[in-house]
């Protein structure tokens, strides 16, 4: 079949620009979809960060949680300057049990465990039980004079124990009294910082 001259010459401006148009948007889809295949690659990296990041943020908050806890339980210190006059309960050999009452920044009820075995060397647990819990501690100390009927005694003192609101008590300080030889009666001072 014969082309007429327009054909041969290519007079169909119509024909030509709708092919051109069609190839345009061929080419435009292909960059479409080569973008979208750069992003989808890019998107798990991107997610693992995010990911990463949230975690390491609630560690931090945790950990910051801890230090205030931690901080809160080390501004309370309890200053104890008590004072208790005891008497003699009852002996097991040279351990003396007395009990009373002792006054100051943490009253409440004592009950120590003395010993006294007839040398300078003296020693002493005992626990104070006041509102809110109780404190348990430990001391030693030398007795002043061997022959005295009432001799005094000085020594350091450290905490053993708490309950209640003094559960994690801890700490020290110094330890004073004056021991009743015919008696067995004790009088007794405790002075420290104790934080809880």
Known sequence: MRLSGERRRGRFPGLRGTVQQQGR????????????????????????????????????????????????????????????????????????????????????SVKVRFVYDGEPNVSAQFTISGSGGSISAKGSGRLSSPTSPDPSFKGRMSVTGGSGRYAH??????????FNRRSYALTV???????Y
């Open 25 to 108: 948007d061929m080419h435009s889809r292909k960059r479409e979809r080569l973008r979208a295949g750069s992003l989808a690659r890019a998107l798990p990296p991107i997610a693992l960060l995010v990911s990463a990041a949230g975690v390491v943020s609630a560690a931090q908050a945790r950990a910051t949680g801890r230090t205030t806890r931690r901080s809160a339980h080390a501004a309370r210190v309890l200053n104890v300057r008590d004072e208790g006059h005891l008497r003699f309960i009852h002996a097991s050999g040279s351990l003396l049990i007395d009990e009373g009452h002792a006054s100051g920044t943490f009253p409440g």
């Open 169 to 178: 008590v801890h700490g020290g300080g110094e330890l004073f009294g004056v």
């Open 189 to 195: 001072q405790a002075i420290g910082k104790l934080p």
